[in-house]
């Protein structure tokens, strides 16, 4: 059983950053880690995962370039660092996690709370 929590979100300005983190209860070296966004109105999405090492990584295209996804399998944690941010950007992020390198929501076994970014223009 692995439990996570997000921190990290807030109130921004567009072109501002943010570092997003999510803690596990457990040992999360066997699982890929996945950032998912939830906008009002909107379904689900994915914004960036990980393999269990790091080594394998995917950005959706919306955020390639701009978002940088990271973990520290010693502290058990994941990060996701959020620069040039956009109001378009703005929803409930969720970190995830499962036992598959993949990013369809549907394949992660874990979630979290989720945290709030807004972005203003």
């Known amino acids: 059983q692995v439990q996570l929590v997000e921190s990290g979100g807030g109130l921004v300005q567009a072109g501002d950053s943010l570092r997003l983190s999510c803690a596990a209860s457990?040992?999360?070296?066997?699982?890929?880690m996945g950032w998912f966004r939830q906008a009002p109105g909107k379904d689900r999405e994915i914004v960036a995962t990980m393999d269990g090492t790091g080594g394998r990584t995917y950005y959706a295209d919306s955020v390639r370039g701009r978002f940088t996804s990271s973990r520290d399998n010693n502290k058990n944690m994941a990060f996701l660092q959020m620069n040039t941010l956009k109001p378009e950007d703005t929803a409930v992020y969720y970190c995830a996690a499962g036992l598959v390198y993949t990013s369809r929501p549907t394949e992660y076994h874990y979630w979290g709370q989720g945290t709030q970014v807004t972005v203003s223009s």
């Open positions: 457990g040992r999360t070296v066997n699982y890929a």
